[in-house]
């Protein structure tokens, strides 16, 4: 008998492709509510206190909620929301971060499962900034773009269906430009930075994948570090690991374009180092599809972690919107 799962909040766009990812596992049994029991407390409460983990895919308010509805000290949490991600008590899930960060996973009995544009730009920021290479007060500027996916199926309805009242044909929109976007805080806890950085996200009509890019003026910055410097101490952070690849230097200087939808339906994140070495300037780029490494991925890499079993499992079969 495999560990008990409980997915609350599955019928969203996060639960959805979680489910995809655990269809045929028999090393692990789940306690489903039907429609009907749903949004009914007590249903909810027994299912929290039954499972040995449970996966919250729910709205911050309703799963700071489902926290406070476990009332014993064994059932495990991944909060896939950004209730918890700088929250103390709380094991930030990206086991890529430090040496020791797969071990605080395995043992936490609260995890929460970074955000999509937050793990991309602390997976780039704090590589750099424990190297030395970027300092922690630098004034940090990310831009990112995301499929429609992110933001849920009330975004999703607003791009796909011509019925909907939210129905847009925009091809693309900037917004977050009261620059207070949710995922800042975590970026700049987790990314070690002294001040918040610059975060413009923006929306394009593709329905997953995602890019985020951090500018680096190398000749404006203490020691003007070279492409090769920013280079390596990423390589040297994420050497050895499955799911942050770093991309040869010469492969990415070669590069033409980028594709965000090159990795949907992975659990994959992918480094890039763009620059023009003579005038002392590099763009690092994060490729990755938001609802994989960034979501619903990371969501199942930390399961496993969790209840020590092979870390790749479900993860190298493409997971699809439903």
Same mark, same amino acid.
């Given at each position: 008998?495999?560990?008990t799962?409980?997915?609350d909040?599955e019928a969203?766009?996060?639960g959805?492709?979680i489910k995809s990812r655990l269809?045929?596992r028999?090393?692990l049994d789940?306690?489903?509510?039907?429609d009907?029991k749903r949004?009914?407390?007590?249903?909810? &409460?027994e299912?929290?206190n039954d499972?040995?983990?449970?996966?919250?895919c729910?709205?911050d308010?309703?799963?700071?909620?489902?926290v406070?509805?476990i009332d014993?000290?064994t059932?495990?949490?991944i909060?896939?929301?950004?209730a918890h &991600?700088?929250a103390?008590?709380?094991v /930030?899930?990206?086991p890529?971060y430090?040496?020791?960060?797969?071990?605080?996973?395995a043992s936490?009995?609260?995890v929460?499962n970074p955000g999509c /544009?937050?793990i991309t730009?602390?997976?780039?920021l704090?590589?750099?900034?424990?190297?030395?290479?970027?300092p922690?007060?630098?004034?940090?500027?990310?831009?990112?773009?995301?499929?429609y996916s992110g933001?849920?199926?009330?975004l999703i309805a607003a791009f796909e269906?011509?019925?909907?009242?939210a129905?847009?044909?925009?091809?693309?929109r900037? /917004?977050?430009l009261?620059?207070?976007?949710k995922?800042?805080?975590?970026i700049?806890?987790?990314g070690?930075?002294m001040h918040?950085p610059?975060?413009?996200?923006s929306?394009?009509?593709?329905?997953?994948g995602m890019?985020?890019?951090?500018?680096?003026?190398l000749w404006a910055m203490?020691?003007k570090?070279s492409?090769?410097?920013?280079?390596?101490?990423?390589s040297d952070? /994420?050497?050895g690991?499955?799911y942050?690849r770093?991309c040869?230097?010469?492969?990415?200087?070669?590069?033409?374009?980028?594709?965000?939808e090159e990795?949907?339906?992975?659990?994959e994140? &992918?480094?890039?180092?763009?620059?023009?070495?003579p005038?002392?300037?590099a763009?690092?780029?994060?490729?990755?599809?938001n609802?994989g490494?960034?979501?619903s991925g990371?969501?199942?890499q930390?399961?496993n972690?969790m209840?020590?079993l092979?870390?790749d499992e479900?993860?190298?079969?493409?997971?699809?919107i439903?």
């Amino acid at each position: 008998m495999g560990a008990t799962i409980f997915i609350d909040g599955e019928a969203g766009t996060t639960g959805l492709q979680i489910k995809s990812r655990l269809i045929g596992r028999t090393d692990l049994d789940f306690i489903r509510l039907d429609d009907a029991k749903r949004k009914d407390p007590a249903a909810r &409460r027994e299912a929290l206190n039954d499972a040995d983990l449970v996966i919250l895919c729910l709205p911050d308010d309703a799963a700071k909620e489902a926290v406070s509805l476990i009332d014993n000290g064994t059932t495990r949490v991944i909060d896939a929301s950004s209730a918890h &991600r700088t929250a103390d008590g709380w094991v /930030y899930g990206f086991p890529e971060y430090a040496p020791d960060s797969r071990t605080a996973v395995a043992s936490g009995r609260l995890v929460s499962n970074p955000g999509c /544009y937050a793990i991309t730009s602390v997976a780039i920021l704090h590589p750099l900034i424990a190297a030395g290479v970027l300092p922690s007060d630098w004034p940090v500027t990310i831009n990112a773009v995301s499929g429609y996916s992110g933001g849920g199926k009330q975004l999703i309805a607003a791009f796909e269906d011509q019925g909907s009242e939210a129905y847009t044909d925009e091809s693309f929109r900037v /917004y977050g430009l009261g620059l207070s976007h949710k995922h800042v805080p975590e970026i700049q806890k987790w990314g070690g930075l002294m001040h918040r950085p610059l975060f413009v996200p923006s929306v394009g009509r593709f329905a997953q994948g995602m890019l985020v890019q951090v500018p680096l003026q190398l000749w404006a910055m203490p020691g003007k570090p070279s492409v090769a410097q920013v280079h390596k101490a990423l390589s040297d952070h /994420y050497a050895g690991q499955r799911y942050v690849r770093v991309c040869e230097l010469k492969d990415s200087l070669a590069a033409a374009k980028i594709d965000p939808e090159e990795l949907n339906g992975t659990n994959e994140l &992918r480094l890039h180092v763009f620059a023009n070495e003579p005038e002392g300037q590099a763009v690092v780029v994060g490729q990755l599809d938001n609802l994989g490494k960034g979501a619903s991925g990371q969501a199942v890499q930390n399961l496993n972690i969790m209840l020590g079993l092979p870390e790749d499992e479900g993860l190298d079969r493409p997971a699809h919107i439903e």
